[in-house]
């Protein structure tokens, strides 16, 4: 029975996690990413997934969601692999553009409720201002929805709506990734201490 109970509920340093970045395309939030999953590597004890927009869509999206509900449904998608990655133990880096507070509400819940003892959540918003994104964009997305080439882009077409609530809100023209990523290393040993 002990032994039974420390697997499912091991100490909350050994417990899966799941980093939630979001913020505008282009606001930096995958540099961020790949760069905290390079220190979380180096730190050891655990394996570090990264699940950015761009890796995983070929996997597990669709092609490029064009609708709310095929958006919606790749967010559930991500969030489903985020929680079972969390609750084998893993530390996970999600990193998608989430417009609506609504999605990011139901993407921390479903972790929440379905990682188990994995599911410990932090959210932080890259709150890198839109001009700097679109002065920054070298896929060139926001021109392209500017032209009407495409739809369904936040700061464009769409409205990102304010975060609320997050863990930490970070911003690429006020510090840089390693000082982010050193705050969000903070972040994780201050809840692992709780």
């Known amino acids: 029975m002990v032994k039974t109970l420390r697997e499912s509920y ?91 507070q609504a999605a990011r509400d139901t993407i921390k819940n479903t972790i929440l409720q379905q990682a188990g003892a994995g599911g410990n959540f932090f959210g932080i918003h890259v709150a890198t201002p839109l001009s700097h994104c679109e002065a920054n964009d070298r896929k060139g997305v926001y021109a392209r929805a500017r032209r009407g080439e495409i739809s369904g882009v936040a700061g464009v077409d769409e409205t990102f709506e304010t975060f609320e609530r997050p863990q930490l809100t970070v911003d690429v023209t006020k510090q840089n990734v390693p000082e982010i990523v050193h705050s969000v290393v903070l972040l994780l040993a201050a809840e692992s201490r709780r």
Do not use: W
């Open 10 to 100: 091991p100490p909350r340093p050994k417990q899966g996690f799941v980093i939630f970045l979001t913020g505008l395309h282009g606001s930096g939030k995958e540099t961020i990413a790949k760069a905290l999953q390079v220190t979380l590597n180096q730190q050891g004890g655990r394996s570090v997934s990264l699940l950015l927009g761009d890796n995983i869509r070929p996997d597990l999206d669709a092609p490029f969601a064009t609708t709310s509900e095929e958006r919606s449904k790749n967010l559930q998608r991500l969030a489903f692999v985020a929680a079972e990655l969390a609750r084998a133990g893993a530390a996970v880096i999600l990193a998608p553009t989430v417009n609506s």
